[in-house]
């Protein structure tokens, strides 16, 4: 298991160094706009612009960008500086993180109790009411667009706006450091509307394999033995049934990890997601490669972890 995990902490920094390159060049071979005449201001004479270029190292080679970027990558942690405001890309990110982290992991929490209880009932009921009603709300909240949700919650429950007014609305998010009630509250409906998606998913894809690991020998022998059902469906049923469940969770909370830009765009909440999207719409190449290099690694990490976790979730998997 140690061998297996060093591994693939190697392969991260592998990965990590190809996707900083692929965005490196992708800036460089198809550039939205010239970062050096955004910071020169509306009407930037040349010279202005070339000086500009040159405090920025944009004068330099490609390759040698590259290499001193990686250089302070790699060796010092320094992720660079943005090109429109100068200020560190590292400070930048580490502020925006704790949005994120919020947003990610409580959402992750509504999506899977949600999803888990709503798919076993489902799976244990099957062809009844309960197990119609909840496959037909998940198809609906698999087909319904994350922004739509969004808007639509902020118009019926915002405080501002809604027509009942229970919410906080767009642009509350407060830190939980200032105050752990407001944001607990400013949090409440990005969480289930980015959420909604995930849980529907979850409820049918463990319902349609709960469903099917229900008719294996060792269910049945469990049953010989007089094991109650719910012990059954809980112990043995389940704890082989959600391992595809543990797969799609790692994965989906390191994406939303890397920047949730739907919700955080609605909802105006100061996260990595809006950061990048705000970073693409000002050829902010310092920035947009640091908001990737984090969205990479939380990915690359989320799934060793679900691999680690395979072993005690599966007595049948072995490294």
Do not use: C
């Amino acid at each position: 298991m140690t061998t297996y995990i060093i591994r693939r902490l190697l392969w991260v920094i592998v990965l990590l160094f190809f996707v900083s390159f692929i965005t490196f060049m992708i800036f460089y071979l198809f550039p939205s706009a010239d970062p050096a005449a955004l910071r020169a201001g509306r009407q930037p004479n040349p010279e202005l612009v070339e000086q500009i270029r040159h405090q920025l190292g944009l004068d330099k080679p490609w390759y040698v960008q590259y290499v001193d970027y990686m250089k302070g990558v790699f060796l010092h942690f320094d992720l660079g500086y943005s090109y429109q405001n100068n200020i560190s890309v590292k400070t930048q990110i580490f502020q925006r993180l704790p949005a994120t982290i919020s947003l990610a992991l409580g959402a992750a929490v509504v999506w899977l109790v949600i999803g888990i209880a709503v798919g076993t009932i489902s799976a244990v009921r099957r062809r009844s009411l309960f197990d119609r009603v909840s496959m037909t709300g998940a198809l609906v909240g698999i087909s319904a667009p994350v922004y739509w949700l969004g808007l639509l919650a902020l118009y019926l429950f915002a405080n501002d706006i809604g027509r009942f007014k229970i919410f906080p609305g767009s642009g509350s998010y407060v830190p939980i450091s200032q105050d752990p009630a407001k944001w607990f509250t400013s949090l409440i409906v990005p969480w289930f509307v980015l959420a909604a998606a995930f849980a529907a998913f979850y409820a049918r894809l463990l319902r349609s394999n709960l469903i099917d690991v229900m008719s294996e020998d060792y269910i049945r022998t469990a049953r010989a033995k007089g094991l109650s059902e719910r012990r059954v469906v809980l112990r043995h049923g389940i704890r082989s049934a959600i391992t595809p469940i543990v797969t799609a969770a790692g994965l989906d909370i390191g994406i939303l990890l890397g920047g949730a830009i739907l919700t955080e765009s609605v909802f105006n909440i100061p996260g990595i997601g809006r950061l990048a999207f705000d970073s693409i719409q000002n050829s902010d190449l310092p920035m947009i490669q640091g908001t990737v290099l984090f969205g990479a690694f939380f990915i690359v990490m989320a799934n060793l972890i679900v691999d680690i976790l395979y072993a005690f979730i599966d007595p049948r998997v072995r490294y």
